[in-house]
């Protein structure tokens, strides 16, 4: 059984700084990308920065230039730095893992396995 917990949400100030971390926990030998969305209130699940575990990633165009994104694959950790924050990127902010490849069984998962969020507040 595949668990994501992340951390590091919080109140932060307009133009502060966040570092959310995401560690995958389970029988895992690897994972295929890891990524972070987010969904503020009475909106849609978005995405914010994706990372392939060879380095390609991705980011909302909202991310770009503010937000990077890193992954320790031998921690099965994926991180996600945030600055110049702004009002609105308030949301619950929700780690994903897909492409898990079983350390015992070596089965291939294709599902895609969420944390459970961190809440994230820009406000002065």
């Known amino acids: 059984q595949v668990q994501l917990v992340e951390s590091g949400g919080g109140l932060v100030q307009p133009g502060g700084s966040l570092r959310l971390s995401c560690a995958a926990s389970?029988?895992?030998?690897?994972?295929?990308?890891m990524g972070w969305y987010r969904q503020a209130p009475g909106k849609q699940r978005e995405l914010v920065a994706a990372?392939?575990?060879?380095?390609?990633?991705n980011y909302a165009d909202s991310a770009k230039g503010r937000f990077t994104i890193s992954m320790d694959n031998a921690k099965n950790t994926v991180y996600l730095q945030m600055n110049s924050l702004k009002p609105e990127d308030t949301a619950v902010y929700y780690c994903?893992?897909?492409?898990?490849?079983?350390?015992?069984?070596?089965?291939?998962?294709?599902?895609?396995?969420w944390g459970k969020g961190t809440l994230v507040t820009i406000s002065s």
């Open positions: 994903n893992a897909r492409g898990i490849r079983d350390a015992i069984t070596n089965r291939y998962d294709g599902m895609d396995y």
């Open positions: 389970g029988s895992i030998f690897s994972i295929n990308a």
């Open positions: 990372m392939s575990s060879g380095g390609i990633t």
